[in-house]
């Protein structure tokens, strides 16, 4: 029942390297958020971007949406070994307070 | 505190028992949702109380699974003659909006074992 569906479901690279993660949706929503989830601290929220948003940057993460597609885009740059985690996109829909999550990408980054 | 707190971390249970998770969220926040995960997957929506009053209970799977929270702080997750697909992790998140999912803080959530 989960609608954002995550690509790629894992993604491993080295320290320094660039790491991007996909997210599609199915239905129309107020915004989109991003969390990261790791066994020491759980689920972190980073980033939202609104439905009338196109992009927003935080520090080394860039997030794009695309409401015509449905999809959004996590950019994490010059990655580093603690950036390893599992990665969710979640969305808020307009007809309520239920936020949905996706499966989660997990990223590896290797020092 | 300064964080969402849940209790307990851990929680075995025999299949037929009840539990009854605990939340209590950051003070002052509004919004509190308690989420399902299960291993390997994202969290599933259960139910959301805005204060006291729970306003989306649709993600409940089961007549097993209760939520209050009547003092409009802490909440409490009740789940009635467990089974073995019960089994996740149950998190907490609480939010300074009204209904609006901004920036919500989870709790480091309650891992539930059922034999």
């Known amino acids: 029942s989960q609608q954002g569906e995550e690509d790629p479901q894992a993604l491993s690279i080295q320290e320094g390297e660039n790491a991007t993660m996909n997210c599609s949706y199915k239905?129309?929503?107020?915004?989109l958020q991003w969390y990261r989830q790791n066994s020491g601290r759980g689920l972190v929220h980073l980033i939202l971007?609104?439905?009338?948003?196109r992009e927003k940057h935080s520090g080394r993460l860039r997030v794009t949406l695309d409401t015509s597609k449905k999809s959004s885009s996590l950019l994490i740059t010059a990655s580093r070994a603690a950036d390893t985690a599992s990665y969710f996109c979640?969305?808020?829909?307009?007809?309520?307070?239920?936020?949905?999550f996706g499966a989660g990408t997990r990223l590896f980054v290797k020092a | 505190g300064a964080g969402v707190s849940q209790s307990p971390r851990y929680k075995v249970a025999k299949r037929g028992q009840d539990v009854a998770l605990r939340c209590d969220p950051i003070?002052?926040?509004?919004?509190l949702f308690w989420y399902q995960q299960a291993l390997g997957q994202g969290p599933e929506f259960l139910t959301y109380?805005?204060?006291?009053?729970?306003?989306?209970k649709s993600g409940l799977p089961s007549d097993r699974f209760f939520a209050e929270r009547p003092e409009g702080s802490v909440s409490t997750l009740k789940i009635q003659r467990t089974q073995q697909e019960d089994s996740a992790v149950y998190l907490c998140?609480?939010?300074?909006?009204?209904?609006?999912?901004?920036?919500?803080?989870f709790g480091q959530g309650t891992r539930l074992t059922v034999v």
């Open positions: 109380f805005q204060n006291e009053a729970q306003l989306d």
């Open positions: 979640a969305t808020q829909g307009t007809g309520g307070f239920k936020t949905i």
């Open positions: 003070s002052g926040h509004v919004s």
């Open positions: 971007i609104r439905s009338n948003e």
């Open positions: 998140a609480s939010s300074r909006g009204q209904g609006a999912f901004v920036e919500a803080f």
């Open positions: 239905t129309s929503i107020n915004n």
